[in-house]
T-cell receptor, first 116, second 116 residues
């Protein structure tokens, strides 16, 4: 069983460019989460999907951010008109009810974004 | 107010000794979950241990145990017989509310260094 996969692992972009990240959850997991982690901080919640439905969005998710999970499998996170403040690690996690007490979220290795 | 507080920015331990990483939390919910994750320098968040608010026994997973003191709102992680590979950042996290799918709120983390 493969874990959560994120692509790319690293992305360097110029300010103002658009970027898109992909997350492939653990295959039987129907819940998918995006978090952002800046240097020296803990991850902060961005958004959450159950199957293809986006059920919660943080106020951190400005209008420049959009996340999709079109068929309830992989998800994409797009940032338009990137700013230097978007530089961070973007983490994806997935979970499934009932498989383990506590509905454990399993994380991918993250995509590190650097905006120049 | 911080929902998760980790007061130890850094901790040092000798190999084979035990170490306790502190975590206090703040919630008015009766049902909640507490989690510990390990983040090595590679960036991936690795799930270690979970404690539900209604669990009467402290959670244990191998060398990891969670010292849950509900009245004090603390959920300290105890690592026994430390190994060099335990050197990493450790995050305490909480999921509030009675649902099992909610977002996690993370603390600032504690960097653990294991000396040979």
């Amino acid at each position: 069983d493969t874990g959560v996969s994120q692509d790319p692992r690293h992305k360097i972009t110029k300010r103002g460019q658009n970027v898109t990240f992909r997350c492939d959850p653990i295959s039987e997991h129907n819940r998918l989460y995006w978090y952002r982690q800046t240097l020296g901080q803990g991850p902060e919640f961005l958004t959450y999907f159950q199957n293809e439905a986006q059920l919660e969005k943080s106020r951190l998710l400005s209008d420049r951010f959009s996340a999709e999970r079109p068929k309830g499998s992989f998800s994409t996170l797009e940032i338009q008109r990137t700013e230097q403040g978007d530089s961070a690690m973007y983490l994806c996690a997935s979970s499934s009810p009932g498989i383990q007490g506590g509905n454990i979220q399993y994380f991918g290795a993250g995509t590190r974004l650097s905006v120049l | 107010a911080q929902k998760i507080t980790q007061t130890q920015p850094g901790m040092f331990v000798q190999e084979k000794e035990a170490v306790t990483l502190d975590c206090t939390y703040d919630t008015s919910d009766q049902s909640y979950g507490l989690f510990w994750y390990k983040q090595p320098s590679s960036g991936e968040m690795i799930f270690l241990i979970y404690q539900g608010s209604y669990d009467e026994q402290n959670a244990t997973e191998g060398r990891y145990s969670l010292n849950f003191q509900k009245a004090r709102k603390s959920a300290n992680l105890v690592i026994s017989a430390s190994q060099l590979g335990d050197s990493a950042m450790y995050f305490c996290a909480m999921r509030e509310g009675g649902t099992s799918y909610g977002k996690l709120t993370f603390g600032q983390g504690t960097i653990l260094t294991v000396h040979p």
